[in-house]
């Protein structure tokens, strides 16, 4: 059975960091494109960031670039988004997600095939 696990939520001020990981289970990492994405109340998820299976390719939504960094450790079946300089926007569920595609990371969530249970994130100002 396929696990996606998120940690590392929660509450911080503007202009803080906080660093998300997504740790899998049940599936072969390294064949996997990972993804974030994130969801405010009221709102459609949206895509954040994703990695290729390798880590070569690299996608960034416009309102996250520079400011936001994802990452993979392929031995430790964990994927991460580091989060800096965060704003009260920033304020969402985030969740992880593997794509079963060895190409450039997808940005849309009907390419995902496996989803977390997802994380809170809350920005305050």
């Known amino acids: 059975q396929v696990q996606l696990v998120e940690s590392g939520g929660g509450l911080v001020q503007a202009g803080g960091s906080l660093r998300l990981s997504c740790a899998a289970s049940?599936?072969?990492?390294?064949?996997?494109?990972m993804g974030w994405f994130r969801q405010a109340p009221g709102k459609e998820r949206e895509f954040v960031a994703a990695i290729s299976w390798r880590g070569g390719w690299i996608n960034y939504a416009v309102s996250v670039k520079g400011r936001f960094t994802i990452s993979r450790d392929n031995a430790k079946n964990t994927v991460y988004l580091q989060m800096n300089s965060l704003k009260p926007e920033d304020t969402a569920d985030y969740y992880c997600?593997?794509?079963?595609?060895?190409?450039?990371?997808?940005?849309?969530?009907?390419?995902?095939?496996?989803w977390g249970q997802g994380a809170q994130v809350t920005v305050s100002s």
């Open positions: 997600a593997a794509d079963r595609y060895q190409g450039s990371p997808r940005s849309r969530t009907d390419d995902y095939d496996y």
């Open positions: 049940g599936l072969t990492f390294t064949s996997y494109a």
